[in-house]
């Protein structure tokens, strides 16, 4: 029996490099398709081996520019690639217009990249809730590098960490002073600092300001975020922008970081798996129980408190289990 | 996962260009529109070719794609999307039309499978209407 016989259809099929079935199962994973968690969990042991790179910042810094610069690069060495990028959801309509594959150029037929756009679907952070797992489908798929863009970010979204190794903040000039860099949120994830449209006037300034704050101090794990400055518009510094990029997968390495994040962020995922059921059950058993729903009458008369019905819902459904 | 299905998951739609035509007013609108009525709307826009089409809707997994052209030349790359997507086993997803379409070839593109050709003048409304009831339902 081949390794894969025993995978379910769509599993086979992706890792078979069915380009449709890879993009079918990652809709699945969007919706929240429950018919999809036989492939989901299938395909979990082929995963880990991609290297996930964030790149977020404001909107309109030119992260898809760059994310089609540093793709003709990594396919120039050989390397498969994979892209998503995340759009916001109108929380009025709940649609979206996900453009960033305008910026994208590519070989028509390449089978060595594959790009999905993703909408936030009201998730905050900057990128989508399925947005690490359909990382991991790309990684299942066979894909080296997997460059994901977040929404344009504000200064709090900083949720990529909980998806890639390695983020990238893009800024650009005249962005404001050198007292925002010390701002907490965005400017604290960044592994990699690149100030972009460097053809414009004061990059030069606004990198120097960003060296000042990373010459501050190294992050809590001892990495001291690199600052390059990069141009679209006439292609200058993506080499070197990866050449960043790199040495700080190295560093995860070589310091056993890279295990040890994972291992964090698995951890929070697998309590996120875990409180998304309680939640549902505790909701669906206040629905159903009539001694349960009789607290709410309790609670509305103010003859017991928030505090004790809580105790007493958590208690019920626990002994249940 | 194992979370609850969204009752409808929305709609994914691929609005496109084919060809040499710089004007893309119209499809932004048609976009902005599906938008308001809940769809996402990947917009690749202008200079198209209908391979790089046929590409992104295979990646996006899309339910419906929208083709404009206001060059003259849909008669020429029309077919050629309609026949890619056969080739490539997407002949399920719906394709309509938009653009300066004279009503003898709009007959003709319907005949090969285009399910609806929007003129000038047509509303927003009837685009969304149409595109909600011909868009492949999720299987």
């Known amino acids: ?321 | 996962m194992g979370r609850a299905s969204t009752p409808a998951p929305p709609i994914r739609v691929l609005i496109a260009k084919p060809g040499l035509d710089g004007h893309d007013r119209g499809a932004k609108v048609v976009a902005r529109a599906l938008r308001d009525a809940g769809m996402e709307v990947i917009y690749v826009g202008l200079r198209q070719t209908p391979e790089s089409i046929v590409d992104s809707a295979i990646e996006e997994d899309v339910d419906l794609i929208g083709l404009s052209c206001l060059s003259g030349a849909h008669m020429a790359l029309f077919p050629r999307v309609l026949n890619l997507l056969k080739a490539k086993r997407l002949g399920d997803v719906p394709v309509f039309a938009g653009g300066i379409i004279p009503d003898e070839d709009a007959r003709a593109l319907k005949k090969i499978g285009i399910r609806a050709v929007f003129g000038p003048g047509t509303t927003l409304e009837e685009i969304v209407t149409t595109a909600r009831r011909i868009a492949r339902s999720h299987a």
């Not at chain 1, 990028?85 to 305008?102: E, I, K, N, Q, T």
């Not at chain 1, 100030?195 to 101090?217: M, P, R, T």
């Not at chain 1, 050449?243 to 698995?266: C, M, N, P, V, Y």
């Not at chain 1, 309790?298 to 958590?314: F, K, Q, S």
């Open chain 1, 1 to 321: 029996m081949s390794p894969t016989a025993r995978l379910p259809a769509a599993a086979r099929a992706v890792v078979g490099g069915d380009r449709r079935a890879l993009a079918r199962l990652i809709t699945a994973v969007e919706n929240h398709d429950p018919a999809a968690l036989p492939d989901l969990r299938a395909l979990y042991r082929r995963t880990g081996k991609a290297r996930i790179i964030g790149l977020t910042g404001p909107l309109g810094v030119g992260k898809s520019s760059l994310i089609n610069g540093l793709l003709a690069l990594l396919r120039a060495q050989g390397l498969k690639v994979g892209v998503i990028a995340v759009d916001p959801s109108s929380p009025f309509s709940g649609g979206s217009v996900l453009g960033d594959r305008v910026r994208i150029e590519r070989q028509v037929g390449d089978a060595g990249v594959f790009v999905r756009s993703m909408a936030s679907r009201g998730h905050t952070g900057g990128v989508a809730a399925t947005t690490r797992e359909v990382c991991r489908l790309l990684d299942a798929f066979g894909l080296d590098v997997i460059l994901v863009e977040t929404v344009g970010s504000g200064q709090v979204d900083v949720e990529i960490r909980e998806v890639a190794t390695t983020s990238v903040v893009v800024l650009v000039p005249h962005l404001g002073d050198e007292v925002q860099s010390l701002k907490a949120g965005l400017f604290e994830i960044a592994d990699v600092f690149c100030v972009n449209k460097a053809d414009l006037a004061g990059a030069d300034l606004a990198a120097k300001d960003l060296s000042e704050l990373v010459s501050l101090g190294a992050n809590p794990e001892g990495w001291r975020p690199a600052v390059v400055t990069t141009s679209t518009q006439t292609g200058t510094g993506l080499d070197v922008l990866w050449s960043a990029i790199d040495a700080h997968e190295q560093f995860l390495d070589t310091k056993d970081l890279r295990r040890l994040g994972e291992r964090r962020r698995l951890a929070r995922e697998i309590v996120a798996l875990v409180r998304e059921r309680v939640g549902r059950e505790l909701t669906e058993a206040l629905d159903r129980d009539p001694d349960l729903n009789r607290l709410l009458d309790g609670l509305v008369a103010r003859t017991i408190d928030p505090y004790a019905a809580a105790d007493r819902l958590y208690r019920d459904v626990r002994g249940k289990g």
